[in-house]
């Protein structure tokens, strides 16, 4: 059985990136993942239960968090979009394939899947999402209030899509 505490993450400022909104939904993610490492029991059956109950949540909240990312990166013409966004989708087909295994009877290790999602996450707001944190400061600071918090609000409010 592991450490829970160890294994848990703890929210620090360094994770921030600056926008309250995403870093609230980091802390979400972060939140998603100790959940996770939280039931790990060692009872195959526990854990599957407790996997099949909230996998599907979990995805949609990191589908929406993305979103939310990906709409303030083209509003602010971030050059860094679309390896991004590629990255996003990389994970989230290998979430989706790790799930379809699990629903197809394939093993499932709640530890290691937990411990996939807090490197993954650590690693992603550590590295990329800290590059449009720098670009969106820039943004910013070129708007008239100078507040990245309004303006990103601002942009995430009102984003309208290409058709």
Known sequence: MIDKMKENIQWSDTYSVGVQLIDDQ?????????????????????????????????????????????????????????????????????????????????????????EFLKEWILSHIAVMDKQYSVYFRKTAAIKRDGRLGAVIANIVDNFKPAV
């Open 26 to 114: 980091h802390k979400g993610l972060i939140d998603i993942t100790n959940n996770l490492f939280n039931h790990v029991t060692g009872n195959e059956e526990e854990e599957r239960i407790y996997f099949d109950e909230v996998i599907h949540q979990a995805l949609d909240y990191v589908k929406n968090h993305f979103v939310t990312e990906e709409r303030c990166m083209l509003a602010t013409k971030f050059p860094g979009y679309s390896e991004h966004k590629h990255t996003h989708d990389e994970f989230t087909l290998n979430v989706i394939k790790s799930v379809n295994e699990f629903k197809t009877g394939k093993s499932l290790v709640l530890e290691k899947f937990a």
